[in-house]
């Protein structure tokens, strides 16, 4: 909302800018939802047999709880690994819109190709979600430095927990772990809810959801690019319509 | 298989079937985001599909779950991410309201229905 009076958030240096990220990163929802989710993915690398570094890594590298759900029980379960690539594949689709939506938040006039590669690679749902919030109530130059640094909060929180998953999982009851696993869908869909500004977020979340169960259901292939693109489009195409005969 | 490439394969795996897979979609948003601003018809045409796409991997979750998720009945499971985020309506919009009451359910859920 430009020209609403002073910037709800406002920073004396990209230094300070950097800070004010991890420490928005503590306070989030997601904090708890990362939590749950890697105290779960840990849990589900340590039945399979991996090792606390390789789960580390697959933190650092992958950076998205869907793909490595999938590549975690592929590999654990002995999958084929052309089909587990694929698999991944899908559900790393997201991840293209979503950086070419965040990038333009994030930068500047004067800002480099290569000052763009960290929140590129940080570009994931809970950054996203966040970001898209908070980013349009900061001053454009402090914008990168937030972003970097919520993202390196919450990617610390999801390494660290992942460890706590990894040497709790022996001793974890099924209904709890469970319980661990669910965090993922319920607090997606519930923090992608109130990320939903204007009409075409909501038609593009419930359309996506009807859509993304029918085609699983239809066990349709490559159902998960179908509801998004599908869904994404009809919801976008409505909110033009809609625009233009207002 | 030698004991090295042993050792070696998992981390193999995971940059080639879990890292780059993954990776070639913030690539390619990267390349094609030069140069757009957030106002486009582009952008919003990508955040729709975007969270399309989201919804779509939420419905999967919820369906078809893996691990110990899957021994909850689907009745359950459904039942409380819809009560959870009935919850998060009346709740004035607070996600740790119905992401806890959500998580309640599914635990008192499971404890009686358990398959």
């Not at chain 1, 999938?70 to 819109?97: D, W």
């Not at chain 1, 661990?180 to 519930?190: D, E, K, M, Y």
């Not at chain 1, 996506?208 to 976008?236: C, I, K």
Request: glycine residues 10%; contains cysteine; hydrophobic residues 60%.
């Amino acid at each position: 909302m430009p020209g609403t009076g002073p910037l709800p958030m406002t920073f004396h240096s990209k230094t300070a800018a950097y800070l004010g990220g991890i420490r928005a990163a503590c306070m989030s929802v997601f904090l708890v939802v990362l939590a749950g989710t890697y105290i779960g993915l840990g849990a589900l690398a340590h039945d399979f047999g991996l090792s606390a570094f390789w789960l580390m890594l697959s933190t650092l590298l992958v950076w998205a709880a869907p793909a490595q759900v999938i590549l975690i029980s592929g590999i654990g379960t002995g999958a084929a690994l052309l089909e587990v690539a694929l698999a991944v594949t899908l559900s790393g689709i997201r991840l293209f819109p979503m950086v070419v939506a965040l990038l333009p938040l994030v930068r500047d006039r004067d800002t480099r190709l290569r000052d763009l590669l960290l929140p590129t690679h940080f570009t994931s749902v809970s950054m996203w979600v966040e970001s898209l919030r908070i980013l349009p109530q900061l001053s454009p130059e402090h914008r990168l430095a937030f972003c970097n640094g919520l993202s390196t909060g919450y990617m610390g929180a999801a390494v660290s927990f992942g460890f706590v998953g990894y040497y709790l999982a022996a001793g974890l009851p099924p209904l709890l772990a469970a319980t661990l696993l669910f965090l993922t869908p319920l607090s997606f869909l519930i923090s992608t809810a109130r990320n939903a500004r204007i009409m075409m977020d909501k038609l593009a979340l419930g359309l996506g959801l009807s859509l993304g169960a029918l085609l699983t259901v239809m066990n349709l292939q490559f159902d998960l690019m179908w509801a998004g693109v599908g869904g994404g489009t009809l919801a976008y195409a409505i909110h033009r319509v809609r625009e233009a005969m207002a | 298989m030698t004991a090295a490439l042993a050792e070696l394969w998992p981390f193999l795996v995971l940059i080639t079937v879990g890292f780059l897979p993954n990776e070639i979609w913030r690539a390619l948003g990267l390349v094609l985001a030069r140069g757009l601003n957030e106002d486009s018809e582009i952008v919003m045409w990508s955040r729709a599909v975007a969270t399309a796409t989201l919804a779509g991997v939420i419905a999967k979750l919820l369906l078809f779950s893996n691990g110990s998720l899957a021994a909850i009945p689907l009745s359950v499971r459904l039942g409380a991410a819809v009560i959870g985020f009935i919850v998060f309506l009346v709740a004035r919009r607070s996600v740790f309201a119905g992401v806890a009451a959500g998580e309640v359910l599914l635990l008192a859920g499971g404890y009686l229905f358990a398959n």
